[in-house]
C-alpha cells in the first residue's frame, strides 16, 4: 500500500506557475505508475497526466500538452507536475494517484491510490 500527500497549491495570477508535488510514502515508489487528475466545482475529475514507473513515458490531456509536464523522482519517492501559463479554467483540486504495475494509464478509475487533493486557484 502506498500513501499520497500533495504541496504547491495555491493563488496564482493568470500567466503564471505553479509546481504541485506528490509525496509517496509505504512500498517502494517505483513499484506505481502514477497520474495528476483535478476537479473542478460542479465538474467530474478529469484526466491531467500521467507517468509510467520509471518516468519514461508520459501522456498528458491534449489540451495541456505544451503547459504541464509530468515527472518523477524514484530516488526522491515524489512525483511532480510543473504548470506554466496558466489560466483561470485550470482553477480545480488536483489530486495525485497510484497504480501498481509499471504501465501508466489516463482513466481514473484504474488507479488504486489517492491523496487528498491540492486547491489551485488561477485569478484573471
Known amino acids: 500500500q502506498v500513501q499520497l500527500v500533495e504541496s504547491g497549491g495555491g493563488l496564482v495570477q493568470a500567466g503564471g506557475s505553479l509546481r504541485l508535488s506528490c509525496a509517496a510514502s509505504g512500498r517502494t515508489f517505483s513499484s506505481y505508475a502514477m497520474g495528476w487528475f483535478r476537479q473542478a466545482p460542479g465538474k467530474e475529475r478529469e484526466f491531467v497526466a500521467a507517468i509510467n514507473w520509471s518516468g519514461g513515458s508520459t501522456y498528458y490531456k491534449d489540451s495541456l500538452k505544451g503547459r504541464f509536464t509530468i515527472s518523477r523522482d524514484n530516488a526522491k519517492n515524489t512525483m511532480y507536475l510543473q504548470m506554466n501559463s496558466l489560466k483561470p479554467e485550470d482553477t480545480a483540486v488536483y489530486y495525485c494517484?497510484?497504480?501498481?504495475?509499471?504501465?501508466?494509464?489516463?482513466?481514473?478509475?484504474?488507479?488504486?491510490?489517492w491523496g487528498q487533493g491540492t486547491q489551485v486557484t488561477v485569478s484573471s
Open positions: 494517484a497510484a497504480i501498481e504495475g509499471r504501465i501508466a494509464w489516463t482513466i481514473a478509475t484504474m488507479f488504486d491510490y
